[in-house]
């Protein structure tokens, strides 16, 4: 079972970047999924949620209006995308499973978690 993140890297201030999140070995069409992210010396914080079907997301207050979540799940693969980055978007990305399909805030929640995907955003 492998969640495979990718779409990472170096964008300006103010610009545009979107995140896959490819799962393997297991369908995840049943799963809620979340985007979670860390800067260095803090803790790893959520971003966004999205429900098994697609038909319901949640977002941290800092990402509302700039950043969407959203799933192909005859793709197997969850995306964020965001727009109007800024610097303290700076962070590892994180996607993450809950084979429970409850729509969570904290990483307790997710038993399936990918390798981070490093995004900078410089001003």
């Known amino acids: 079972v492998q969640l495979q993140a990718f779409g990472g890297g170096l964008v300006q201030v103010g610009g545009s970047l979107r995140l896959s999140c490819a799962a393997s070995?297991?369908?995840?069409?049943?799963?809620?999924m979340g985007w979670f992210r860390q800067a260095p010396g803090k803790e790893r914080e959520f971003v966004a949620a999205i429900s098994w079907g697609g038909g319901r997301t949640i977002y941290t207050d800092s990402v509302k209006g700039r950043f969407t979540i959203s799933r192909d799940n005859a793709k197997n693969t969850v995306y964020l995308q965001m727009n109007s980055l800024k610097p303290e978007d700076t962070a590892v990305y994180y996607c993450a499973a809950d084979d429970r399909s409850l729509l969570r805030r904290t990483p307790a929640g997710y038993n399936y978690w990918g390798q981070g995907d490093p995004v900078t955003v410089s001003s």
């Open positions: 070995g297991r369908t995840f069409s049943s799963d809620s």
